[in-house]
């Protein structure tokens, strides 16, 4: 496929690794690309409160029960600044809302999956930030200079949540019987749902090429997924917790982990909506964005009364 | 109802009241952690989280404080999670359900403008613990009743919908304010001895507040009604149990474990 | 004032103790005395199931679970026969449910106050089905038949539940000095409120001689409070616990036990609906019925859908 | 996942089979008791305690066969109310929460077709006391049947309201449906044994029912969809963590006391 002089000269820019700005000419697809990726991510930010903030009213210290509503809200505030970097390439984070309430955006589908016992708020910082890190290390990097910026920020806050995993699953690890099988039992449960959220293999992964191409996405899906094991498999060790696949092995010829094959179908199932939360986690987004209708509105309609309450002088500020 | 017999003031324990204190500061973080992920936007979720990290810190600072008073080798934890229903000492108020955006926005209003003219009281007591900590709380009270202010007004002066709202707030919480500025038998003592603020002296700064926000919220201020009371003593709402059930669950369920 | 030769004849099976029944002709003010009477009592029923079915799923075991459970459904139940009793005077249940849901309909205001811990349940068993018993068995020989028949069952089983809620307290009392100080706190608190069920003193009461002339009332406010301290002080004894009056000791003159003045601006206050519960009691009221109205709805409906296809001969049944 | 090993047959203990059954039953009794005082009327507050009581009832007799089973001296509250989320085996369905009536409607005739067609066959098993139990609670399932067979015909052919309500419960619950006939390793073990019924081959008589009824009330029979399990084997959703913060409150705060 031929491509224009703008479109070569931006490619250019790309391969030389430098930043496309929101005034920059862009592809309508590089465009749209990175406004469904960073609406994604956003969304994920969103959603992903709700698992964690099922465990706020049961944190079990108050020191725990501090960090985990830190930590939430940071998720909080890494949504707002991805839906802002996305509305700097003109989309509105209303539209993006009302397709994510409307079941047509995409979230990651680790956050489809219950928290059932206080080990895994561990365990999701633990592995799901740990995953979310190799992911979007990377991205600080990532052409679109707004991106990349959020993307710094994130990862910041994004590595102390996960410390904070990895020492909750400590500390119960060195706790009682029942506080190590709590932690091993969240093992079992997040570890292949959490190697899911590197996507699918990349012999069937859609998008890889091309967003590797603009720089948007730097490593495949499998090369994060192997980093991420051979990572994880140490931390385990140390934690005296078994990984759940008899398949890991340390491969001395690669030098990194074999693994077992994820269950495809349960990774498809669970993005196309049939996981265990899925419903429950739309609902409640669906539900907080009704019933705070009014108090947008209201919001809206105050600044409009104060406005007009200006005098013109006042209103030209 | 049998009144509490005065307490010689060698005897008056600061312990029960720094735990009151603990306790009022506590159960509305509770509260307000419950709306993390259901705000109206991303910002009120923001803003209700610092709101509820702030007190979370305070009250953790008083029962650091209350556990060092008790002088038993118990820690904050202890004292936060192990108690029953009858020993918590926070007032109705902040036990309250969250109810729509309207209701806790009043609800935090109604605190908010009782613990910021307090702290500021309370910064000049003569325990240093207690003084300093309400010095930091206090510069954080400044913003959550800023914070409530607005938005008092932005909702009564908002919509209909959104006035409709307020003033049924209002109407439902407005019984629960007076508890906090009413002292009991405790309160009285420790006054008595100097030792903290008298909080019936701050109605007049509390009235004024709530006269100039409520007048631009476009609100009637509410009727003279029979105040609920009896948090502060231990007789709680039918609500309290309830976040007991789920704050306690794990140190019951575990006894004596480390998290 | 003088009565017409209806009136006097009403008067005369009054005094005579025969029943009235649906059909019998009877003075509009008996009429609406009992309507009242009965209404209020069948809303004192259902909004009785609200303080104690407070703390059903947090019975702290199965067998109480059992017995909560099957009350609170009793007191339903009676609320049932009330209002089917009231209709057998021309009222309809949707109107006297307007009234309750309005706030214009009074109910038993004992109901205002909280239920705070398990011991409750054992206070309200022992003290309020107590003081439920001493006004309903002189109902069951109420001049109004249907009246009178419905107290009969009424009685049966609250008397079964003021046994249940005795055992309670008695095992509490039994147990540990957690239990018995959980069971004392509760005991304080429903005592004045238990007291004040009677209704205001003699001097104060509005109804009471023409109720009692007719027969709808056999004993005075008075005269049933004190009866009821009577019974209760040996009981409490017996459990180890201490009545919160400072005032009540037996009189040997009058072989009575001294008590106490209630605390009539709190009666006051809890009537006209300042009490700590009232508006929490018919806010769950309104919002059953409110969230029960497309249930009822979709009854009638299918049930007139049901009978439009019967055949004729079928619709003659 | 890793797959459970199959027990030899002379050590497959009917215990947490029994729990299984005691939990199920005890867990739809909880959720339903959450509708006294608050039902659409009297009648349905007290056909839905009446429900209530029958499954308790008969979660009781389970639990205390399992009491015996284990041996340990334990009574039907030690096994009722001291375990923790995961060592529960009621299936996914029970623990969902009541919604609005239909939701609590379908919920309880998805159960009950089960429930009714399963205790006709457990009245045959080897084990007298299942058996026991399976006679007196399958006459009343068979009243449970009626009513909820009852209610999804008025409300799937009441008011268009209604009809929406209903088909919305069915199109949440149905996911859950599944679980109840599909069997666990230990479910598939004990019926190799010859100890209990097969609950897969129930599935034409349950099919049989739905469509008769969904039928009546001109109800779509819903579409396969990927079912939810697990709670049968511990993995449970995130409400059953509540319901046990209620449901174990006092025993955890007070052990081992006698109520």
Redesign the interface.
């Known amino acids: 496929m031929s491509s224009t002089p703008s479109e070569h000269q931006f490619q250019a820019r790309i391969d030389a690794d430098q930043r496309i700005e929101p005034k920059d000419w862009m592809p309508e697809d590089y465009r749209k690309t990175l406004i469904r990726q960073m609406s994604q991510h956003a969304h994920s930010e969103?959603v992903g409160?709700?698992?964690e903030?099922?465990w706020?009213?049961?944190?079990?210290?108050?020191?725990?029960?501090?960090i985990l509503?830190?930590k939430?809200?940071d998720e909080?505030?890494h949504?707002?600044y991805l839906?802002s970097a996305a509305e700097t390439l003109g989309a509105s984070r209303d539209d993006l809302l009302a397709d994510l309430h409307a079941g047509k955006a995409k979230y990651s589908s680790i956050f489809n999956y219950?928290?059932?016992?206080?080990a895994d708020i561990g365990a999701i910082g633990w592995l799901v930030d740990g995953a979310a890190i190799l992911n979007q290390v990377p991205l600080c990097r990532t052409s679109y200079g707004p991106y990349a910026r959020a993307m710094v920020r994130v990862c910041k806050e994004e590595s102390f949540h996960q410390r904070q995993g990895f020492e909750?699953m400590q500390?119960?690890c060195?706790?009682?019987a029942?506080?190590k099988a709590m932690a091993q039992?969240a093992l079992n449960?997040w570890w292949?749902p959490t190697l899911m959220m590197f996507g699918p293999r990349d012999d069937e992964s859609a998008h890889t090429a091309r967003s590797m191409q603009w720089r948007i996405k730097r490593f495949t899906n499998d090369e994060l997924r192997q980093k991420f094991v051979d990572m994880m498999v140490p931390q385990a060790e140390f934690l005296g917790l078994t990984i759940?696949d008899?398949a890991l092995r340390w491969n001395e010829a690669t030098r990194h982990y074999d693994f077992g094959e994820v269950?495809w179908d349960e990774f498809w199932?669970v993005v196309q909506g049939?996981g265990?939360?899925n419903?429950?986690r739309l609902d409640?987004r669906v539900?907080?964005h009704e019933?705070?209708?009014?108090?947008?509105?209201?919001?809206l309609?105050?600044a409009a009364?104060r406005k007009a309450r200006q005098t013109p002088t006042e209103q030209m500020v | 109802m049998p009144t509490t017999i005065d307490i010689p003031p060698t005897q008056t324990r600061l312990l029960p009241y720094v735990l009151q204190l603990a306790d009022t500061s506590l159960m509305l973080a509770h509260r307000l952690s419950e709306w993390c992920g259901h705000g109206p936007a991303l910002e009120q979720d923001i803003a209700l989280t610092n709101i509820a990290l702030d007190l979370l810190g305070e009250a953790r600072h008083y029962f650091q404080y209350a556990a060092a008073l008790e002088g038993k080798g118990r820690t904050e934890d202890d004292l936060a999670y192990l108690r029953t229903a009858t020993e918590y000492r926070n007032p109705l108020l902040v036990e309250q359900p969250n109810g729509d955006f309207a209701v806790t926005v009043v609800r935090q209003f109604l605190f908010d403008t009782f613990h910021y003219h307090f702290l500021q009281q309370l910064q000049h007591c003569a325990d240093p613990t207690l003084a300093a900590i309400a010095e930091k709380s206090g510069k954080e009270a400044a913003y959550h009743l800023r914070w409530s202010s607005e938005w008092v007004i932005r909702l009564g002066d908002g919509t209909d919908e959104s006035h409709r709202r307020i003033a049924r707030a209002l109407d439902l919480l407005w019984p629960y304010a007076d508890e906090l500025t009413t002292p009991t038998a405790l309160e009285r003592q420790l006054h008595h001895e100097g030792r903290i603020p008298d909080v019936q002296a701050l109605r007049p700064a509390l009235r004024a507040h709530h006269e100039r926000v409520l007048t631009e919220a476009t609100l009637p201020l509410p009727q003279e009604v029979w105040p609920q009371q009896g948090g502060k003593e231990g007789r709680h709402s039918e609500h309290l149990g309830y976040i007991l059930a789920e704050l306690q669950y794990l140190q019951r369920t575990y006894p004596g474990l480390t998290w």
């Open positions: 969103i409160m709700l698992p903030g099922n706020i009213t049961r944190a079990p210290t108050l020191k725990r029960k501090s509503l830190a939430v809200q909080a505030g949504g707002l839906y219950p928290t059932l016992s206080w909750i500390t119960l060195n706790g009682s029942e506080q039992d449960r292949w759940p008899e269950d199932n049939r265990p939360c419903r429950e409640a539900q907080a019933a705070g209708a009014w108090v947008r509105e209201a919001a309609a105050h009364k």
